[in-house]
Each structure stands twice: as C-alpha cells, then as structure tokens.
C-alpha cells in the first residue's frame, strides 16, 4: 500500500467513525455537540499543540495533533449535516489558496529570499482583503476570539500592509518611551481608568515592537511565563528542602534562589 493510499484510507475510517458518533443511533454527546461547542475545543487543542511543541516531546506532539484533528473532522461533519460546507469543499478551499499564495512554486513570479516570500504573501493576502473589504472590513478576517496580543500583532500587521505603521524599530522605542512616560503620569494622578488605557497602550506599542523585531508577541510571553513557572518551582522546591514554606520564605531568601536559576540556566 502506498502512502498516498495508507492516509487516505484512515482519513476514510476516522470521518466514519465521527459519522457513526453523528448518528441518530450513535453517541447522544456526540450528537448534542453544536459547532460553538467544538470551536471552544479546537482552540483547547491548538494550545495543547503548542504545549507539547514548545516541550519536543514528539510522541505528546503526535497525540495532540490526533486530538486537533478529530476535531477539526467532527466540525467539517457538522458542515456535511447542514448543507453549509464539507471536508472535500474546504479540502480544495485551502489547496486553491495556497496554490495562489505560492506564485513562486506555481506561477512564473520569481522569489529568492525568505522575506521576498513573507512579502509577496502579504501583498496577495492584501488583495483578497480589498476584493472582500467593501463588503466585510479590513479587519474582519482576524478573529476577536484571539488572545489579545496574538489579535493586536495581526491587526497592526494587515494595517501595516496598507501603510500604516512606523519607519522603523527606532520610531517605535520612541513611541515605547512616550506611552511609559505617559503611563508614569496616570499612576502618579491616580487615576484609575486613566491607568488602565495608558497600560493598554503600553502593552500595544511592545506588541508593534515585536512585530519589527520579526517576534510573535504570544509565543515570547508564553516562553517568560513557563519560564517563570519553572524557576518558581525550584524556589518552591529549595526552601522545601530547607523545611522553609512559601510562606514563611523572605522575599530575600527568594529573591537568592530566583537568582540562582539564572546561573544555573533555568
């Protein structure tokens, strides 16, 4: 049996599994499930994806993919249901979009670097958006269901596209130092509400700065917060071992052992 033949063969038997479940006679979970429900889940699964990635653990990545999968297939069964869209129809959706996306393989357009490539994309992703933005917006194919620094890069991105953006990383460290200064302002009025949008912008301005140093804002602070995770576990685990709770620790005690992770590159 061929490869080809093999993946079609049990991408064949999972759809009738999922249809089996689907059925009037099949699993009554399976067949209240409504497609909100399994968007909430294939967002659970995508994060455990990038759990087990950031891990390399490849037989966790092998699983979670598995997972991601079925529920990607259970939505597209839900699609067959309704009439609204099937496998086979987002099958060729996608293939069709990536083929025009990829002129350079394709097409007789010619590209030789990474980036002649990242910016090609844009631009023919710029033009979908102007055949549909009359229509819909700019902004309407970037999900408010995002986190918000993933959804913030993304909406400063497809602005950049059209021109919208500072000249260069520089112009940002600027605009970086006059919305701290204006956030160091709010705290000393006090003002609540005022501290609250002047943070907002704050945290914006980094995001854009993450974007012109070609860094995924979420995935750099998902990497501090495990990393954190991780050097707050050994603190835990040293004052453990000196019989010394979390709560009876000095900051100085920890504020010693957060140190030593650092020399011990933790």
């Given at each position: 049996?061929?490869?080809e033949n093999?993946?079609?063969?049990?991408?064949?038997?999972?759809?009738?599994?999922i249809?089996?479940?689907?059925a009037?006679?099949g699993c009554?979970?399976d067949?209240?499930?409504?497609?909100?429900?399994i968007?909430?889940?294939?967002?659970?699964?995508a994060?455990?994806?990038?759990?087990?990635?950031?891990?390399?653990?490849?037989?966790?990545?092998?699983e979670?993919?598995?997972?991601?999968?079925?529920?990607?297939?259970?939505?597209?069964?839900?699609?067959?249901e309704?009439?609204?869209?099937?496998?086979?129809?987002?099958?060729?959706g996608?293939?069709?979009?990536?083929?025009?996306?990829h002129?350079h393989i394709?097409?007789?357009?010619?590209?030789?670097?990474?980036?002649?490539?990242?910016?090609?994309?844009?631009?023919?992703?710029?033009t979908?958006?102007?055949?549909k933005?009359?229509?819909?917006?700019l902004?309407?194919?970037?999900?408010?269901?995002?986190?918000?620094?993933?959804?913030?890069?993304k909406?400063?991105?497809?602005a950049?596209?059209?021109?919208?953006?500072?000249?260069?990383?520089?112009d940002?460290l600027?605009?970086?130092?006059?919305?701290l200064?204006?956030?160091?302002?709010?705290?000393?009025?006090?003002?609540?509400?005022?501290i609250e949008?002047?943070?907002?912008?704050l945290?914006?301005t980094?995001?854009?700065?993450?974007?012109?140093?070609?860094?995924?804002s979420e995935?750099?602070?998902?990497?501090?917060?495990?990393?954190f995770?991780?050097?707050?576990?050994?603190?835990?685990?040293?004052?453990?071992?000196?019989g010394?709770?979390?709560e009876?620790?000095?900051l100085?005690?920890?504020?010693?052992?957060?140190?030593e992770t650092?020399?011990?590159?933790?």
């Amino acid at each position: 049996m061929t490869e080809e033949n093999k993946i079609y063969q049990e991408l064949t038997a999972l759809m009738l599994l999922i249809q089996k479940l689907r059925a009037p006679d099949g699993c009554p979970w399976d067949r209240k499930q409504k497609p909100q429900d399994i968007g909430k889940y294939i967002l659970e699964e995508a994060y455990e994806v990038i759990e087990s990635l950031e891990a390399n653990d490849q037989q966790a990545i092998a699983e979670e993919l598995g997972d991601l999968l079925f529920q990607i297939l259970f939505l597209a069964q839900m699609g067959e249901e309704s009439g609204t869209y099937s496998l086979d129809r987002i099958m060729a959706g996608i293939r069709g979009k990536m083929i025009r996306r990829h002129p350079h393989i394709f097409g007789d357009i010619k590209i030789k670097t990474v980036e002649e490539v990242k910016e090609n994309w844009q631009q023919i992703k710029k033009t979908e958006r102007d055949a549909k933005s009359n229509e819909t917006g700019l902004f309407s194919s970037i999900p408010r269901s995002l986190p918000a620094l993933k959804r913030a890069q993304k909406i400063t991105a497809t602005a950049a596209v059209y021109g919208f953006d500072w000249p260069s990383t520089s112009d940002v460290l600027k605009k970086l130092q006059e919305e701290l200064n204006e956030f160091y302002t709010a705290l000393n009025n006090n003002d609540q509400n005022n501290i609250e949008e002047e943070l907002g912008d704050l945290i914006f301005t980094v995001v854009n700065l993450s974007r012109f140093v070609k860094v995924d804002s979420e995935t750099a602070l998902s990497k501090t917060t495990n990393k954190f995770l991780q050097r707050f576990a050994y603190i835990t685990g040293q004052l453990a071992n000196r019989g010394i709770t979390l709560e009876q620790a000095t900051l100085s005690e920890m504020d010693e052992l957060w140190e030593e992770t650092k020399t011990k590159g933790i």
